[in-house]
């Protein structure tokens, strides 16, 4: 974790040590587990992914890549939350993503 402002948002960076390329789908979960963290008011509230509202990818991460993870609140009703978040390396965006969240249990 990076930074972090609760409620608003957040920013991690991780570096892929895997012995194969992280699947796309993996960066979305990334943003949605960072959204978690910015989102949860209380521990051990739990959340879901209610949605992903638009997901654009580019390239695909590679072995040693440093990745930053972005993800912040654009607007939040009841339990529900949009959440824009980013995955990028050095200069190049990786992800860019739309999505919902649900905080608290089902």
């Not at 570096?15 to 521990?43: C, K, N």
């Not at 654009?56 to 824009?84: C, N, W, Y």
């Not at 980013?86 to 992800?95: A, F, I, M, T």
């Amino acid at each position: 974790m990076v930074e972090l402002e609760p409620g608003v948002r957040a920013v991690a960076q991780t570096t892929i040590s895997a012995s194969r390329a992280l699947p796309q789908v993996l960066l979305v979960e990334s943003v949605a587990q960072l959204a978690g963290i910015v989102t949860i008011q209380q521990e051990g509230g739990g959340g879901f992914l209610a949605a992903i509202d638009q997901a654009e990818f580019s390239r695909l991460p590679q072995i040693g890549d440093l990745l930053t993870v972005t993800a912040r609140v654009i607007k939040s009703f009841g339990r529900l939350f949009l959440i824009e978040g980013e995955v990028s390396c050095d200069e190049h965006q990786l992800l860019r993503v739309r999505l919902t969240l649900g905080a608290g249990q089902l």
